[in-house]
């Protein structure tokens, strides 16, 4: 807004009052960059070492997670073998 006898008038801002006019849409940051949600900010809150360290603990967890996942679809075949075998041998 700029200081203009209209945006006085319209504001109730005497012709001969001294005021200082901020306009809040220049002061705003421009959006920051984010980086697989990750802000600049964050990311320059990291150093190398700290970011290589995430990626290592996240890889081990990833393996884990694909480990435990091998391990219940093989689990899965051996029921389904069981189940079969149950079936041939019968009861209850």
């Known amino acids: ?4 006898p209209e945006n006085r008038k319209k504001l109730g ?4 009052a001294e ?5 809040l849409d220049e002061q705003q940051k421009p959006p920051e960059v984010v980086t ?6 964050q990311i320059q809150g990291k150093t190398v070492a700290e970011i ?3 990626i290592l603990q996240n890889e ?3 393996e884990s997670i694909e480990k435990s996942l091998v391990q219940q679809h093989q689990m899965v075949h051996n029921l389904r ?4 075998r149950k ?4 009861g209850q």
């Open 1 to 4: 807004m700029k200081d203009t």
């Open 81 to 84: 073998k069981v189940r079969q």
């Open 52 to 54: 290589d360290t995430l």
């Open 13 to 16: 801002i005497p012709a001969n």
């Open 60 to 62: 081990l967890a990833a």
């Open 36 to 41: 697989a949600g990750w802000t600049d900010t």
């Open 19 to 23: 005021v200082e006019w901020i306009d």
């Open 87 to 90: 079936l041939i041998i019968g």
